[in-house]
T-cell receptor, first 115, second 114 residues
Framework: SQQGEEDPQALSIQEGENATMNCSYKTSINNLQWYRQNSGRGLVHLILIRSNEREKHSGRLRVTLDTSKKSSSLLITASRAADTASYFCATAPSYSGAGSYQLTFGKGTKLSVIP | KAGVTQTPRYLIKTRGQQVTLSCSPISGHRSVSWYQQTPGQGLQFLFEYFSETQRNKGNFPGRFSGRQFSNSRSEMNVSTLELGDSALYLC?????????????FGPGTRLTVL
């Protein structure tokens, strides 16, 4: 079953605008990660934020985490056509044991950046 | 370091056949996970192997199986293929020693079942 749910499912913006995607999850987490997938290809890791962190930056990416609301957001600033892709959040559970090594992925947000 | 490689990249099979997919992880990574991705269901976890042992398994029927070799390379096998098995199969490798380690994905194998 899906732990993370991204919102919106699809987003279309003009080049240069900012894109914001949200992720909600249900159970306690150790960390939350964002991945990007270009059409029909493998996923690429973007950023990891731990449960004790509230915000993290990487280049044009900004991720926030609100554990009280069980939600995270990914902001891409000054978007480019090359940012067109699907974006997934993935959660790592807070418990230990065999299943704790596993990430659970949401269904993704499909971002289209129009030149 | 070389990335995760998957072979073959594309496969076309007919119902009832079986198929074996291969994944070579990043050097030094001991964990390999397999996922099935379809437009309707998204990314579904199949199983994870660490040091040749299946450590975690998703909710897939027994027709889906896998193994890992001593060099960490992994294979997954699907027997008695069904039309619904058409999907992009992704493998991902990680160090596998920490909770929620970053996963590094291969380009995937696109399986079409006719």
């Amino acid at each position: 079953s899906q732990q993370g749910e991204e919102d919106p499912q699809a987003l279309s913006i003009q080049e240069g605008e900012n894109a914001t995607m949200n992720c909600s999850y249900k159970t306690s987490i150790n960390n939350l990660q964002w991945y990007r997938q270009n059409s029909g290809r493998g996923l690429v890791h973007l950023i990891l934020i731990r449960s004790n962190e509230r915000e993290k930056h990487s280049g044009r990416l900004r991720v926030t985490l609100d554990t009280s609301k069980k939600s995270s957001s990914l902001l891409i600033t000054a978007s480019r056509a090359a940012d067109t892709a699907s974006y997934f959040c993935a959660t790592a559970p807070s418990y230990s044991g065999a299943g704790s090594y596993q990430l659970t992925f949401g269904k993704g947000t499909k971002l289209s950046v129009i030149p | 370091k070389a990335g995760v490689t998957q072979t073959p990249r594309y496969l076309i099979k007919t119902r009832g056949q079986q198929v074996t997919l291969s994944c070579s992880p990043i050097s030094g990574h001991r964990s390999v996970s397999w996922y099935q991705q379809t437009p309707g269901q998204g990314l579904q976890f199949l199983f994870e192997y660490f040091s040749e042992t299946q450590r975690n398994k998703g909710n897939f029927p027994g027709r889906f199986s896998g193994r890992q070799f001593s060099n960490s390379r992994s294979e997954m096998n699907v027997s008695t293929l069904e039309l619904g098995d058409s999907a992009l199969y992704l493998c991902a490798s990680s160090l596998g020693q920490g909770v929620g380690d970053t996963q590094y994905f291969g380009p995937g194998t696109r399986l079409t079942v006719l």
